[in-house]
């Protein structure tokens, strides 16, 4: 699948507003603007293991297509979901544990960036990605 590779962020769009409406507090948001995330995705069959690497964590994330798994974002907040592939984008859809708001995030490929879309409460982000 063309998104297995290295991605690092390249540039956001909205993410700031995006984060204020998830209530992330003013200095997580603004150390999250600046947190050179870089994320290895494979894929084998269903299976997806993306690791993140960032300036304050590294993680792997294992999952399945279909299959409803629990992930923790930076700032802490829990949510339970699964994530889904429409032609050639990853759909996410995730339920925070704390309010049960939506959370929903689709990867794509567009021309020679991976673009990660996040939806929450009527506030759209982007995130473009470079190959690395």
């Not at 992330?24 to 150390?31: A, E, G, P, S, Y």
């Not at 021309?111 to 939806?119: N, R």
């Amino acid at each position: 699948m063309a998104l297995n590779g290295t991605w690092k962020v390249d540039r956001s769009e909205n993410y700031d507003k995006f984060m204020e409406k998830m209530g992330v507090n003013l200095v997580k948001r603004k150390l999250a603007a600046h947190d050179n995330l870089k994320l290895t995705i494979t894929q084998e069959g269903n299976k997806f293991t993306v690791k993140e690497s960032s300036t304050f964590r590294n993680i792997e994330v294992v999952f399945e297509l279909g299959v409803t798994f629990n992930y923790k974002l930076a700032d802490g907040t829990e949510l339970s979901g699964t994530w889904s592939l429409e032609g050639n984008k990853l759909i996410g859809k995730f339920k925070r544990t704390d309010n049960g708001n939506e959370l929903n995030t689709v990867r794509e490929i567009i021309g020679d960036e991976l673009v990660q879309t996040y939806i929450y409460e009527g506030v759209e982000a982007k995130r473009i990605f470079k190959k690395d």
